[in-house]
Protein backbone atom coordinates (compact mmCIF):
# COMPACT_ATOMS: atom_id res chain seq x y z
CA UNK A 1 0.00 0.00 0.00
CA UNK A 2 1.24 3.36 -1.18
CA UNK A 3 1.91 5.35 2.29
CA UNK A 4 -0.40 8.82 2.53
CA UNK A 5 1.05 11.45 4.14
CA UNK A 6 -0.85 15.00 5.15
CA UNK A 7 1.06 17.84 7.14
CA UNK A 8 -1.43 20.44 8.79
CA UNK A 9 0.45 23.20 8.93
CA UNK A 10 1.25 26.93 7.97
CA UNK A 11 3.65 28.67 5.87
CA UNK A 12 4.89 31.26 9.04
CA UNK A 13 5.05 27.92 11.38
CA UNK A 14 8.65 28.08 12.91
CA UNK A 15 7.51 24.10 14.66
CA UNK A 16 5.83 22.96 10.80
CA UNK A 17 8.36 24.34 8.78
CA UNK A 18 10.57 21.65 10.60
CA UNK A 19 8.63 18.79 9.56
CA UNK A 20 8.40 19.94 5.98
CA UNK A 21 12.34 19.89 6.12
CA UNK A 22 12.62 16.88 7.33
CA UNK A 23 9.77 15.24 5.10
CA UNK A 24 12.28 16.60 2.30
CA UNK A 25 14.91 15.13 3.26
CA UNK A 26 13.53 11.96 3.48
CA UNK A 27 12.54 12.31 0.30
CA UNK A 28 8.75 11.73 1.30
CA UNK A 29 5.67 12.67 -0.86
CA UNK A 30 3.42 14.46 1.01
CA UNK A 31 -0.05 16.85 0.98
CA UNK A 32 0.48 19.98 2.60
CA UNK A 33 -2.79 22.06 3.94
CA UNK A 34 -2.91 25.38 4.86
CA UNK A 35 -4.27 25.68 8.24
CA UNK A 36 -5.69 29.65 9.28
CA UNK A 37 -4.70 29.71 12.59
CA UNK A 38 -7.74 31.83 13.23
CA UNK A 39 -10.21 29.57 11.97
CA UNK A 40 -8.85 26.09 12.83
CA UNK A 41 -9.94 23.11 10.54
CA UNK A 42 -12.29 20.75 12.17
CA UNK A 43 -9.76 18.23 10.81
CA UNK A 44 -7.13 19.76 12.99
CA UNK A 45 -9.35 20.09 15.43
CA UNK A 46 -10.47 16.47 15.94
CA UNK A 47 -7.19 15.00 15.13
CA UNK A 48 -5.08 17.44 18.13
CA UNK A 49 -8.28 17.28 20.03
CA UNK A 50 -5.42 18.04 22.89
CA UNK A 51 -3.15 21.04 22.10
CA UNK A 52 -5.35 22.28 18.43
CA UNK A 53 -2.17 23.41 17.40
CA UNK A 54 -0.34 22.75 13.83
CA UNK A 55 1.68 20.94 13.06
CA UNK A 56 -0.19 17.49 12.82
CA UNK A 57 1.21 14.80 10.66
CA UNK A 58 -1.47 12.19 9.44
CA UNK A 59 0.17 9.34 8.11
CA UNK A 60 -2.08 6.71 6.55
CA UNK A 61 -5.22 8.67 8.31
CA UNK A 62 -3.21 8.30 11.55
CA UNK A 63 -1.97 11.73 13.31
CA UNK A 64 1.04 12.39 15.10
CA UNK A 65 1.23 15.80 16.78
CA UNK A 66 4.28 17.95 18.51
CA UNK A 67 6.79 19.02 15.70
CA UNK A 68 10.00 17.31 17.70
CA UNK A 69 7.95 13.84 18.29
CA UNK A 70 7.08 13.90 14.70
CA UNK A 71 10.48 14.49 13.26
CA UNK A 72 11.55 11.41 15.73
CA UNK A 73 8.70 9.50 14.26
CA UNK A 74 9.50 10.43 10.52
CA UNK A 75 13.19 9.41 11.17
CA UNK A 76 11.71 6.38 12.36
CA UNK A 77 9.47 5.45 9.97
CA UNK A 78 11.56 6.24 6.33
CA UNK A 79 15.16 4.82 7.13
CA UNK A 80 16.29 5.89 3.79
CA UNK A 81 19.05 7.43 3.60
CA UNK A 82 21.06 9.03 6.68
CA UNK A 83 19.25 9.17 10.01
CA UNK A 84 18.54 12.59 11.39
CA UNK A 85 19.38 11.66 14.62
CA UNK A 86 22.58 9.62 16.04
CA UNK A 87 22.56 6.03 16.28
CA UNK A 88 25.05 6.77 19.52
CA UNK A 89 22.76 6.95 22.84
CA UNK A 90 24.61 9.40 24.28
CA UNK A 91 25.19 11.96 20.90
CA UNK A 92 21.48 11.04 20.50
CA UNK A 93 20.72 12.42 23.99
CA UNK A 94 23.13 15.16 23.38
CA UNK A 95 21.02 16.19 20.04
CA UNK A 96 17.50 16.03 21.81
CA UNK A 97 18.80 17.89 24.35
CA UNK A 98 19.79 21.00 22.51
CA UNK A 99 16.73 20.33 20.17
CA UNK A 100 14.78 20.96 23.49
CA UNK A 101 16.61 23.62 24.47
CA UNK A 102 15.79 25.31 21.10
CA UNK A 103 12.18 24.52 21.96
CA UNK A 104 12.30 26.08 25.44
CA UNK A 105 14.12 29.34 24.72
CA UNK A 106 14.22 30.77 21.14
CA UNK A 107 10.31 31.00 20.22
CA UNK A 108 9.29 32.44 23.61
CA UNK A 109 12.14 34.95 23.81
CA UNK A 110 12.22 36.14 20.21
CA UNK A 111 8.32 36.44 20.78
CA UNK A 112 8.62 38.64 23.61
CA UNK A 113 11.56 40.69 21.31
CA UNK A 114 8.86 41.64 18.82
CA UNK A 115 6.21 41.97 21.11
CA UNK A 116 7.31 44.70 23.74
CA UNK A 117 8.81 47.86 24.20
CA UNK A 118 11.14 49.73 25.96
CA UNK A 119 13.05 47.79 29.38
CA UNK A 120 11.03 44.66 28.34
CA UNK A 121 12.23 44.32 25.15
CA UNK A 122 16.13 45.08 25.62
CA UNK A 123 15.88 42.22 28.46
CA UNK A 124 14.56 39.93 25.93
CA UNK A 125 16.97 40.73 23.25
CA UNK A 126 19.67 40.43 25.70
CA UNK A 127 18.51 37.29 26.59
CA UNK A 128 18.41 35.82 23.14
CA UNK A 129 21.75 37.13 22.15
CA UNK A 130 22.79 34.63 24.99
CA UNK A 131 20.57 31.77 23.93
CA UNK A 132 22.10 32.71 20.07
CA UNK A 133 25.46 32.39 21.31
CA UNK A 134 24.78 29.40 23.74
CA UNK A 135 23.71 27.97 20.04
CA UNK A 136 26.67 28.99 18.23
CA UNK A 137 29.17 27.66 21.14
CA UNK A 138 27.32 24.29 20.56
CA UNK A 139 28.36 24.05 17.16
CA UNK A 140 31.85 25.00 17.65
CA UNK A 141 33.71 24.39 14.24
CA UNK A 142 31.48 21.89 13.05
CA UNK A 143 29.97 22.63 9.80
CA UNK A 144 25.98 21.50 11.52
CA UNK A 145 24.79 20.52 14.83
CA UNK A 146 24.83 17.01 13.65
CA UNK A 147 28.65 16.87 12.51
CA UNK A 148 29.41 16.56 8.85
CA UNK A 149 25.32 16.31 7.58
CA UNK A 150 22.69 18.32 8.42
CA UNK A 151 21.02 16.82 12.09
CA UNK A 152 18.04 16.58 14.32
CA UNK A 153 19.26 20.05 15.92
CA UNK A 154 19.66 21.63 12.58
CA UNK A 155 16.35 20.97 11.29
CA UNK A 156 15.04 22.24 14.56
CA UNK A 157 16.71 25.27 14.73
CA UNK A 158 17.02 26.86 10.75
CA UNK A 159 13.21 27.88 10.35
CA UNK A 160 13.89 30.42 13.53
CA UNK A 161 16.70 31.56 10.54
CA UNK A 162 13.67 33.20 8.81
CA UNK A 163 12.82 35.34 11.76
CA UNK A 164 16.07 36.55 12.27
CA UNK A 165 15.54 39.69 10.13
CA UNK A 166 12.38 40.12 12.40
CA UNK A 167 13.90 39.75 15.56
CA UNK A 168 17.06 42.59 14.40
CA UNK A 169 14.65 45.36 13.07
CA UNK A 170 12.35 44.60 16.34
CA UNK A 171 15.46 44.79 18.97
CA UNK A 172 17.74 46.79 16.97
CA UNK A 173 20.63 44.77 16.51
CA UNK A 174 22.20 42.67 14.51
CA UNK A 175 22.68 38.78 15.13
CA UNK A 176 25.67 38.54 12.16
CA UNK A 177 27.41 41.20 13.84
CA UNK A 178 26.86 38.96 17.66
CA UNK A 179 26.53 35.43 16.37
CA UNK A 180 28.65 35.33 12.75
CA UNK A 181 29.22 31.47 12.79
CA UNK A 182 25.91 31.52 13.63
CA UNK A 183 24.84 33.20 10.17
CA UNK A 184 27.50 30.99 8.14
CA UNK A 185 25.86 28.06 9.68
CA UNK A 186 22.59 29.35 8.05
CA UNK A 187 23.78 29.79 4.81
CA UNK A 188 25.77 26.39 4.85
CA UNK A 189 21.62 25.15 5.83
CA UNK A 190 20.26 27.17 2.60
CA UNK A 191 22.53 25.06 0.23
CA UNK A 192 20.28 22.21 0.85
CA UNK A 193 17.53 22.45 -1.29
CA UNK A 194 15.24 20.45 1.87
CA UNK A 195 15.88 24.01 3.64
CA UNK A 196 15.79 26.67 1.13
CA UNK A 197 12.30 25.74 -1.07
CA UNK A 198 11.02 25.49 2.45
CA UNK A 199 12.24 28.45 4.51
CA UNK A 200 10.57 31.64 4.12
CA UNK A 201 11.86 34.84 2.91
CA UNK A 202 12.37 37.23 5.81
CA UNK A 203 10.68 39.97 4.62
CA UNK A 204 7.53 38.39 4.33
CA UNK A 205 8.08 37.07 7.93
CA UNK A 206 8.57 40.69 9.29
CA UNK A 207 5.34 41.99 7.48
CA UNK A 208 3.52 39.32 8.69
CA UNK A 209 5.02 39.78 12.18
CA UNK A 210 3.79 43.49 11.64
CA UNK A 211 0.65 42.52 10.77
CA UNK A 212 -0.27 40.43 13.71
CA UNK A 213 1.58 43.06 16.35
CA UNK A 214 -1.42 45.06 14.64
CA UNK A 215 -3.94 42.52 15.13
CA UNK A 216 -3.01 41.56 18.69
CA UNK A 217 -3.52 45.48 19.74
CA UNK A 218 0.28 45.96 20.27
CA UNK A 219 1.75 48.57 18.74
CA UNK B 1 35.31 15.72 35.42
CA UNK B 2 36.05 15.29 39.02
CA UNK B 3 33.93 12.06 39.46
CA UNK B 4 34.37 8.46 38.37
CA UNK B 5 35.21 7.45 34.82
CA UNK B 6 33.11 4.55 35.35
CA UNK B 7 29.45 3.84 36.48
CA UNK B 8 26.89 5.76 36.92
CA UNK B 9 26.10 8.61 39.13
CA UNK B 10 22.78 10.31 39.53
CA UNK B 11 22.60 14.04 40.68
CA UNK B 12 19.21 14.47 42.16
CA UNK B 13 16.89 16.26 45.03
CA UNK B 14 15.08 13.73 47.22
CA UNK B 15 11.29 14.88 46.17
CA UNK B 16 12.20 15.75 42.88
CA UNK B 17 9.57 14.11 40.50
CA UNK B 18 11.93 14.54 37.70
CA UNK B 19 14.66 13.12 39.26
CA UNK B 20 12.35 10.65 40.57
CA UNK B 21 11.39 9.32 37.31
CA UNK B 22 15.01 8.35 36.18
CA UNK B 23 15.26 6.88 39.73
CA UNK B 24 11.93 4.49 38.49
CA UNK B 25 13.38 3.73 35.39
CA UNK B 26 17.27 2.65 36.93
CA UNK B 27 15.26 0.03 39.35
CA UNK B 28 13.05 -0.90 36.55
CA UNK B 29 16.37 -2.06 34.59
CA UNK B 30 18.45 -2.91 37.80
CA UNK B 31 21.08 -0.78 37.11
CA UNK B 32 23.19 0.06 40.33
CA UNK B 33 24.50 3.80 40.75
CA UNK B 34 25.49 6.71 43.25
CA UNK B 35 22.55 8.39 44.08
CA UNK B 36 23.85 11.74 44.85
CA UNK B 37 21.66 14.33 46.76
CA UNK B 38 21.97 18.38 45.71
CA UNK B 39 21.08 21.38 47.89
CA UNK B 40 19.24 23.27 45.49
CA UNK B 41 20.10 26.44 47.17
CA UNK B 42 24.31 26.12 47.20
CA UNK B 43 24.11 23.51 43.91
CA UNK B 44 27.70 21.59 43.57
CA UNK B 45 29.96 22.65 41.21
CA UNK B 46 29.85 18.90 39.96
CA UNK B 47 26.04 19.63 39.20
CA UNK B 48 27.19 23.20 37.69
CA UNK B 49 29.52 21.75 35.42
CA UNK B 50 27.48 18.76 34.42
CA UNK B 51 24.72 21.55 33.47
CA UNK B 52 25.99 24.50 32.92
CA UNK B 53 22.92 25.32 30.82
CA UNK B 54 20.20 24.65 33.15
CA UNK B 55 21.75 24.16 36.54
CA UNK B 56 19.37 21.88 37.27
CA UNK B 57 18.72 18.01 38.67
CA UNK B 58 18.01 15.43 37.71
CA UNK B 59 21.47 14.82 35.69
CA UNK B 60 22.64 11.48 34.83
CA UNK B 61 26.32 10.86 34.69
CA UNK B 62 27.09 7.40 32.72
CA UNK B 63 30.78 7.10 32.52
CA UNK B 64 31.55 10.52 32.83
CA UNK B 65 29.32 11.87 30.22
CA UNK B 66 26.56 14.00 32.30
CA UNK B 67 22.93 13.65 30.22
CA UNK B 68 19.85 16.02 31.42
CA UNK B 69 16.57 16.29 31.42
CA UNK B 70 14.63 13.88 32.86
CA UNK B 71 12.39 12.35 29.83
CA UNK B 72 15.85 12.80 27.93
CA UNK B 73 17.64 10.68 30.81
CA UNK B 74 14.62 8.04 30.76
CA UNK B 75 15.03 7.74 26.92
CA UNK B 76 18.88 7.36 27.07
CA UNK B 77 18.56 4.54 30.20
CA UNK B 78 15.99 2.73 27.97
CA UNK B 79 18.41 3.01 24.69
CA UNK B 80 21.83 1.97 26.79
CA UNK B 81 20.07 -0.46 28.97
CA UNK B 82 17.81 -3.07 26.32
CA UNK B 83 16.25 -5.33 29.39
CA UNK B 84 12.92 -4.23 30.42
CA UNK B 85 11.93 -1.99 27.09
CA UNK B 86 10.05 1.33 28.32
CA UNK B 87 9.32 2.42 25.15
CA UNK B 88 7.36 0.83 22.88
CA UNK B 89 9.09 -0.64 19.75
CA UNK B 90 6.43 0.80 17.27
CA UNK B 91 7.21 3.59 15.72
CA UNK B 92 3.66 4.98 15.75
CA UNK B 93 3.34 3.86 19.64
CA UNK B 94 6.42 5.33 20.30
CA UNK B 95 5.37 8.78 19.14
CA UNK B 96 1.98 8.58 21.19
CA UNK B 97 4.43 7.52 24.65
CA UNK B 98 6.31 10.59 23.83
CA UNK B 99 3.42 12.79 22.85
CA UNK B 100 1.80 12.06 26.17
CA UNK B 101 5.14 12.51 28.17
CA UNK B 102 5.57 15.69 26.86
CA UNK B 103 1.63 17.07 27.67
CA UNK B 104 2.79 15.57 31.39
CA UNK B 105 5.56 18.01 31.83
CA UNK B 106 3.94 21.22 28.78
CA UNK B 107 0.88 20.56 31.07
CA UNK B 108 0.60 19.17 34.46
CA UNK B 109 3.64 19.87 35.53
CA UNK B 110 3.15 23.90 34.39
CA UNK B 111 -0.35 23.88 36.00
CA UNK B 112 1.29 22.10 39.35
CA UNK B 113 3.45 25.56 39.21
CA UNK B 114 0.96 27.80 39.31
CA UNK B 115 -1.32 26.16 41.55
CA UNK B 116 0.58 26.44 44.86
CA UNK B 117 2.26 29.40 44.16
CA UNK B 118 -0.85 32.21 43.29
CA UNK B 119 -4.05 32.85 45.20
CA UNK B 120 -7.66 33.73 44.35
CA UNK B 121 -8.93 33.81 40.18
CA UNK B 122 -5.56 32.64 39.18
CA UNK B 123 -5.66 29.90 41.39
CA UNK B 124 -9.00 28.98 40.22
CA UNK B 125 -8.16 29.05 36.77
CA UNK B 126 -5.27 26.61 38.06
CA UNK B 127 -7.42 24.79 39.24
CA UNK B 128 -10.06 24.36 36.50
CA UNK B 129 -6.89 24.02 34.43
CA UNK B 130 -5.04 21.03 36.41
CA UNK B 131 -8.81 18.88 36.49
CA UNK B 132 -8.85 19.32 32.63
CA UNK B 133 -5.37 17.68 32.25
CA UNK B 134 -5.84 15.16 34.38
CA UNK B 135 -8.68 14.02 32.75
CA UNK B 136 -7.04 14.20 29.43
CA UNK B 137 -4.72 11.81 31.04
CA UNK B 138 -7.56 9.54 32.56
CA UNK B 139 -8.49 9.66 29.00
CA UNK B 140 -5.82 8.57 27.74
CA UNK B 141 -5.26 5.57 30.20
CA UNK B 142 -8.67 4.55 29.53
CA UNK B 143 -8.84 1.16 30.54
CA UNK B 144 -5.33 -0.54 30.25
CA UNK B 145 -3.61 -1.28 33.11
CA UNK B 146 -0.85 1.08 32.45
CA UNK B 147 -0.61 3.81 30.20
CA UNK B 148 2.40 1.40 28.15
CA UNK B 149 -1.19 -1.05 28.15
CA UNK B 150 -0.05 -4.24 29.36
CA UNK B 151 3.15 -3.35 30.92
CA UNK B 152 4.52 -0.30 32.79
CA UNK B 153 6.06 2.02 30.02
CA UNK B 154 7.65 5.62 29.57
CA UNK B 155 4.46 7.72 30.14
CA UNK B 156 3.85 5.90 33.14
CA UNK B 157 7.71 6.59 34.74
CA UNK B 158 6.76 10.35 33.52
CA UNK B 159 3.69 10.82 35.42
CA UNK B 160 3.52 8.44 38.22
CA UNK B 161 6.21 10.60 40.07
CA UNK B 162 3.42 13.23 40.15
CA UNK B 163 1.02 10.95 41.84
CA UNK B 164 2.75 11.88 45.43
CA UNK B 165 1.94 15.37 44.56
CA UNK B 166 -2.11 14.46 44.14
CA UNK B 167 -2.12 15.68 47.73
CA UNK B 168 -0.64 18.92 47.72
CA UNK B 169 -2.86 19.08 44.76
CA UNK B 170 -5.89 18.99 46.33
CA UNK B 171 -5.18 20.63 49.55
CA UNK B 172 -4.00 23.61 47.21
CA UNK B 173 -6.77 23.48 44.98
CA UNK B 174 -9.03 22.36 46.98
CA UNK B 175 -10.52 19.54 44.97
CA UNK B 176 -10.37 15.85 45.15
CA UNK B 177 -8.00 13.37 42.48
CA UNK B 178 -10.20 10.67 43.38
CA UNK B 179 -13.82 12.04 42.54
CA UNK B 180 -12.41 13.85 39.41
CA UNK B 181 -10.23 11.26 38.03
CA UNK B 182 -10.94 7.66 40.04
CA UNK B 183 -9.40 5.62 37.20
CA UNK B 184 -5.76 7.83 37.75
CA UNK B 185 -5.95 7.10 41.57
CA UNK B 186 -6.47 3.28 41.06
CA UNK B 187 -3.34 3.33 38.47
CA UNK B 188 -1.41 5.65 40.73
CA UNK B 189 -2.14 2.44 43.40
CA UNK B 190 -1.58 -0.09 40.85
CA UNK B 191 1.85 1.41 39.96
CA UNK B 192 2.92 1.84 43.75
CA UNK B 193 3.08 -2.15 43.81
CA UNK B 194 6.04 -2.02 41.97
CA UNK B 195 9.22 -1.96 43.72
CA UNK B 196 10.86 0.28 41.50
CA UNK B 197 7.80 2.85 42.22
CA UNK B 198 7.57 2.57 46.05
CA UNK B 199 10.93 2.98 46.44
CA UNK B 200 11.30 6.00 44.67
CA UNK B 201 8.78 8.10 45.95
CA UNK B 202 7.55 9.67 48.49
CA UNK B 203 4.64 10.01 51.33
CA UNK B 204 2.84 12.20 49.97
CA UNK B 205 2.10 14.81 53.02
CA UNK B 206 6.14 14.74 53.52
CA UNK B 207 5.63 15.92 49.94
CA UNK B 208 3.13 18.60 51.05
CA UNK B 209 5.19 19.80 54.22
CA UNK B 210 7.96 20.10 51.65
CA UNK B 211 5.86 22.40 49.86
CA UNK B 212 4.73 24.36 52.75
CA UNK B 213 7.92 24.85 54.13
CA UNK B 214 9.11 26.10 50.57
CA UNK B 215 6.11 28.64 50.11
CA UNK B 216 7.07 29.77 53.39
CA UNK B 217 10.44 30.31 52.71
CA UNK B 218 9.45 31.81 49.20
CA UNK B 219 7.09 34.43 51.23
CA UNK B 220 4.60 32.82 49.03
CA UNK B 221 1.56 32.80 51.79
Redesign the interface.
Known amino acids: MADKVILLSSWVSAFGLRVQIALAEKEVDYEFREENLFDKSPLLLELNP?HKKIPVLI?NG?P???S???I??ID??WTNGPSLLPQD??Q???A??WA??VDKMIYQCGSRVWKNKGDAQAAAKKELIGILK?LEGELGEKPFFGGETLGYVDIVLVPFSSWFYTYETFGGFSIEKECPKLLAWVRRCNERESVSKVLPDRHKVYERTCGLKKRLGLE | MATAAKGVVLLDFWVSPFGQRCRIALAEKGVEYEYKEENLWDKSPLLLKANP?HKKIPVLI?EG?P???SL??V??ID??WSNNPLLPSD??E??QA??WA??VDKKVSECWTRLWKVKGEAQEEARKDMIEDLK?LEGELGDKQYFGGETFGFVDVAFVPLSAWFYTFETCGNFSVEKECPKLVAWAKRCMERESVSKSLHDPHKVYEYVCQLKKKLGVD
Open positions: VHKVCESVIQYEVPLRANRFDFQ | VHNICELIQYEVPYRARFDFL
